[in-house]
């Protein structure tokens, strides 16, 4: 499984982006897919995660009301709405999967390259 994202970039507080993350291999449908993301000299931070069904999600407290996660398996792509940025969600976000619904909000197994986003005040 191989995962590009993209969507990042510079907006303004307030303004929205979506992030998408598309996969290559056909398991990956069938994956639980999520965000994570890292902000300079902090650690890597959870974001969302989805089920493969689209049946459950998760967020981090952070951005609960404010970023939606959903997942196009049509497309073997996974979306991540953020509305009302603030500049604390300046990070580079990564997008993840795991075959295991247990495992995608800690230690997912595929990790994609990282999308620059930043929020200006």
């Known amino acids: 499984v191989q995962l590009q994202a993209s969507g990042g970039g510079l907006v303004q507080a307030g303004e929205s982006l979506r992030l998408s993350c598309a996969a290559s291999?056909?398991?990956?449908?069938?994956?639980?897919k999520g965000w994570f993301r890292q902000a300079p000299g902090k650690e890597r931070e959870f974001v969302a995660a989805?089920?493969?069904?689209?049946?459950?999600?998760a967020y981090g407290d952070s951005v609960k009301g404010r970023f939606t996660i959903s997942n196009d398996n049509a497309k073997n792509t996974v979306y991540l709405q953020m509305n009302d940025l603030k500049p604390e969600d300046t990070a580079v976000y990564y997008c993840?999967?795991?075959?295991?619904?247990?495992?995608?909000?800690?230690?997912?197994?595929?990790w994609g390259q990282g999308t620059l986003v930043t929020v200006s005040s």
């Open positions: 291999g056909r398991t990956f449908r069938t994956y639980a």
């Open positions: 989805i089920a493969w069904t689209g049946g459950g999600t």
């Open positions: 993840a999967a795991d075959p295991s619904r247990s495992r995608i909000a800690t230690t997912p197994q595929y």
